[in-house]
DNA sequence: ACAAGATACCTTGTATTGCAAGGTATCTTT
DNA sequence: AAAGATACCTTGCAATACAAGGTATCTTGT
């Protein structure tokens, strides 16, 4: 999966597999690997600013399997980033669609050759 | 319109506009710019890319309304690109749109709290 | 008891790309 | 001659994804 195509949407992603259940960096890699590659070296510098933006807050619970694990919750504030970037999300998309269908209104000009 | 959502996609755009008619670096910033921002920093880089992967061949035409102008045409190579770019971005679309849909296959593991 | 493997955390450095800012030259209009 | 639009371009910066590497914990096999 091309790398660039991701840039931004991870955030939303990550926020909206967390609008359904908390869970921790490892679990959410494993979780969106099922569809899009990412990896553990792109989830927690994620993590990291997703929390310095005060959309997630975190708590530590003990594994049965494993180290402990940090686990991350959304915030009101990151539930209503959230949204934002749905919307901002469904206008790109759009605008994208758009100049694929040959949208971006032709100008009056003829090409020349 | 955020920044990091255009990483990877205005490539594909800029073919898709080729790919109806000849163009030049200023006049797909125009274009462009009536759904989606792109600017003159952005372009010239880009169509320069463009250029070393075979996607594009130019050719000069004078003006009679300013300096001549450098005017882009898709190649077959481009047209090849454009098609498998498209379809890795309706793929991508799809998943990120999974995700949103609360896709990634909820793991069978409740979370605490 | 010890080694191996899975789980779980993390950092560093690199590559790519979009963009603001700045620069040059041409042509038209005033 | 000056101003503005057209058209080309480069430099340096910021953001982000990722490979590679590192640490610690817990379970399982031998």
Redesign the interface.
């Known amino acids: 999966?091309?790398?660039?195509?991701?840039?931004?949407?991870l955030d939303?992603?990550v926020l909206?597999?967390l609008?359904?259940?908390?869970?921790y960096a490892y679990?959410l890699v494993?979780?969106?690997s099922?569809?899009?590659d990412i990896s553990e070296g792109t989830i927690y510098p994620l993590m990291r600013r997703l929390q310095n933006e005060l959309w997630v807050s975190t708590?530590l619970?003990e594994s049965s399997s494993g180290p402990s694990r940090k686990?991350y919750?959304l915030t009101d504030n990151g539930r209503r980033e959230l949204e934002s970037m749905?919307r901002?999300?469904q206008e790109?998309?759009a605008?994208?669609e758009?100049?694929?269908r040959?949208?971006?209104?032709?100008?009056t000009e003829?090409?020349?050759?």
Chains 1, 2 share one sequence.
């Open positions: 999966m091309k790398t660039q195509l991701k840039k931004g949407t939303m992603c909206a597999v609008a359904q259940a908390d869970s679990e494993s979780k969106l099922q569809g899009m708590y619970v686990y919750k749905r901002e999300w790109f998309v605008e994208v758009n100049v694929l040959g949208g971006p209104a032709a100008m003829e090409a020349p050759q």
